[in-house]
């Protein structure tokens, strides 16, 4: 993974990679770049809908409830369509930023801190947190059976079916990036890739967060891949940087090899700015 490709990145861009192969156990995972943590921007989305799924089924505290029809519709809202409004929303009925924590602490994400003020775009979390996020989604990992069979399955689900735009990043690693579900005659197929994408400018530098996690199948095998990177000059440099670091993971991953060296897109890391407002990009 010695790849490199610098062009249109800003002069302190980061990236850091988490992977492995959905059967793997953790300890077989891939995990390279920068160790930091990075702004989660709307792959913190995922981690809303869980929080909230964890709540309605009585693992953070109070009584087991129904997640309501209001609910589901801003959940779909929130991840097929990067909605902020509907993220806003659940954040609230996730129990906001203790919520967000709680579920953190019970899927052991060591890395992630949600913010405090409620701007959940300027969350951190590391790449490690992501794929550990990923496992849980799957029902891997530790703690397996900590989100219910039925609640994976819609999280998973809603990425599958997130708007083909918005289709980018670790799908790239994937064997030909379909951009919807098939049709159950074609369940023979690979599955749809299953996808959330984060991007933001930066108030402060106007440079540019690009995030992406996921599920992909590649070479006939699912992966889990979460991709986290700032500092680009552009969101298409950003971009394609993360598409890259996704496809050299896999290809590692595949090989049996972990060559250390720079990822695509890593330059040294450097000071990041800080947005204003609640809002983020996507």
Same mark, same amino acid.
């Given at each position: 993974?010695?790849?490199?490709?610098?062009?249109?990145?800003?002069?302190?861009? +980061?990236?850091?990679?988490?992977?492995?192969?959905?059967?793997?156990?953790?300890?077989?995972?891939?995990?390279?770049?920068?160790?930091?943590?990075?702004?989660?921007?709307?792959?913190?989305?995922?981690?809303?809908?869980?929080?909230?799924?964890?709540?309605?089924?009585?693992?953070?505290?109070?009584?087991?409830?129904?997640?309501?029809?209001?609910?589901?519709?801003?959940?779909?809202?929130?991840?097929?369509?990067?909605?902020?409004?509907?993220?806003?929303?659940?954040? +609230?009925?996730?129990?906001?930023?203790?919520?967000?924590?709680?579920?953190?602490?019970?899927?052991?994400?060591?890395?992630?801190?949600?913010?405090?003020?409620?701007?959940?775009?300027?969350?951190?979390?590391?790449?490690?947190?992501?794929?550990?996020?990923?496992?849980?989604?799957?029902?891997?990992?530790?703690?397996?059976?900590?989100?219910?069979?039925?609640?994976?399955?819609?999280?998973?689900?809603?990425?599958?079916?997130?708007?083909?735009?918005?289709?980018?990043?670790?799908?790239?690693?994937?064997?030909?990036?379909?951009?919807?579900?098939?049709?159950?005659?074609?369940?023979?197929?690979?599955?749809?890739?299953?996808?959330?994408?984060?991007?933001?400018?930066?108030?402060?530098?106007?440079?540019?967060?690009?995030?992406?996690?996921?599920?992909?199948?590649?070479?006939?095998?699912?992966?889990?891949?979460?991709?986290?990177?700032?500092?680009?000059?552009?969101?298409?440099?950003?971009?394609?940087?993360?598409?890259?670091?996704?496809?050299?993971?896999?290809?590692?991953?595949?090989?049996?090899?972990?060559?250390?060296?720079?990822?695509?897109?890593?330059?040294?890391?450097?000071?990041?700015?800080?947005?204003?407002?609640?809002?983020?990009?996507?």
């Amino acid at each position: 993974m010695n790849a490199r490709s610098d062009v249109g990145n800003g002069p302190s861009a +980061r990236l850091a990679v988490a992977a492995q192969p959905l059967a793997g156990e953790p300890a077989a995972a891939l995990v390279h770049g920068e160790a930091g943590s990075f702004v989660a921007a709307s792959v913190m989305k995922v981690h809303i809908l869980v929080a909230l799924l964890l709540r309605a089924q009585g693992s953070l505290g109070g009584p087991a409830r129904e997640v309501t029809a209001q609910e589901r519709t801003r959940a779909a809202a929130m991840i097929q369509h990067s909605d902020n409004d509907a993220a806003n929303a659940l954040w +609230r009925a996730a129990g906001g930023a203790e919520g967000v924590a709680a579920t953190g602490r019970l899927l052991g994400l060591v890395g992630t801190r949600p913010a405090e003020d409620g701007r959940w775009g300027l969350s951190t979390t590391t790449a490690a947190d992501q794929l550990a996020l990923l496992r849980a989604v799957h029902g891997r990992g530790p703690g397996p059976r900590v989100l219910a069979p039925g609640a994976r399955q819609w999280v998973r689900e809603l990425m599958r079916g997130v708007v083909d735009c918005q289709r980018w990043g670790v799908t790239a690693a994937g064997d030909g990036r379909p951009a919807a579900p098939r049709p159950s005659h074609e369940a023979s197929q690979p599955p749809p890739h299953e996808v959330k994408n984060g991007w933001l400018p930066r108030t402060a530098t106007g440079l540019w967060v690009i995030n992406s996690v996921g599920r992909v199948t590649a070479a006939g095998r699912p992966w889990l891949l979460a991709v986290l990177s700032d500092g680009h000059a552009t969101a298409e440099a950003g971009i394609a940087a993360v598409e890259e670091a996704a496809r050299a993971a896999v290809h590692a991953l595949m090989d049996h090899r972990v060559v250390p060296g720079p990822l695509p897109g890593r330059r040294p890391a450097g000071g990041g700015g800080s947005a204003a407002g609640a809002g983020v990009a996507g």
